[in-house]
């Protein structure tokens, strides 16, 4: 075969493959734009759910969440860490963000109840709130955060003579030491006991209701990426309900 002809036919060959093949060089309408959320500890159950759904809003949505105590997260926000959306257990907390001008325009997202959660196999033989003892290991949320303020309230309003043996940060952090079996006892709310199934079993809290939390989302001030954050907040006001009642919140009204 001719050289230059050789050389022709290879050049058509790359020109036609080039022609079929697709085109790289403009991002994809699909590119999901990535959000820094803050969220409360209780709500991490929502977790994967809400991630599943921000990648199908129009605008996909990647999420990337930071769970804590509402009051760390509050904290953190006002500290300049990096966020566009942050979700707070407890109108106090958001209040405080509010105040600080680190969030606007909250929203009252879904509302959730506290109980008390014994290990599997109730080793402490406790059977009710009035069965607990000084001498049982018993453990809440420390008092800065909304599900430790929530317990002491009932506490309170209860007049119960206890003396928790420790007080955490975070429900999370409750619910593992009994799940681990280092406490015989802990408040936590009714969705982290629905979250842990079988490792735990569950005593209602009479009256609890009267003490129920609410969640809060609110788009940060210093959002990077506002809209698509407003878009979430609004996915979870508005067409979450279905969720939140799965993993025992009741959606807000």
């Known amino acids: 075969m001719n050289k230059k002809f050789a050389a022709a036919a290879v050049a058509a060959t790359g020109l036609a493959l080039s022609a079929c093949s697709p085109d790289t060089s403009t991002t994809s309408d699909a590119e999901q734009t990535s959000l820094n959320l803050l969220a409360a500890s209780s709500t991490r159950v ?32 006002s500290e300049g860490a990096p966020a566009d959306l942050l979700l707070t257990a407890s109108k106090k ?69 206890v003396h928790p043996s420790s007080q955490e940060r975070q429900v999370a952090d409750v619910l593992g030491k009994v799940t681990s079996g280092e406490a015989d006892a802990g408040w936590v709310y009714s969705t982290d006991a629905a979250a842990a199934g079988n490792d735990v079993e569950v005593i209602d809290i009479p009256g609890a209701e009267k003490f129920s939390n609410q969640i809060l989302g609110a788009v940060a001030t210093d959002a990077s990426h506002p809209d698509q954050a407003r878009a979430v907040l609004n996915l979870l006001a508005s067409d979450f309900d279905s969720t939140w009642h799965h993993l025992g919140f009741s959606p807000a009204k």
């Open 93 to 161: 907390t958001m209040d405080k963000a509010i105040s600080e001008g680190t969030v606007k325009d909250p929203k009252v997202l879904a509302t959730n109840v506290m109980v008390m959660v014994v290990p599997k196999g109730n080793p402490g033989n406790i059977h009710s709130i009035e069965d607990l003892q000084n001498e049982d290991r018993f453990v809440i949320c420390d008092p800065q955060v909304p599900c430790g303020d929530i317990s002491s309230q009932i506490i309170s309003d209860k007049r119960l003579d």
């Open 46 to 77: 929502i977790n994967d759910e809400l991630e599943k759904r921000a990648s199908e809003l129009d605008t996909p949505v990647d999420l990337e969440f930071q769970n804590g105590g509402s009051s760390d997260l509050v904290n953190k926000l």
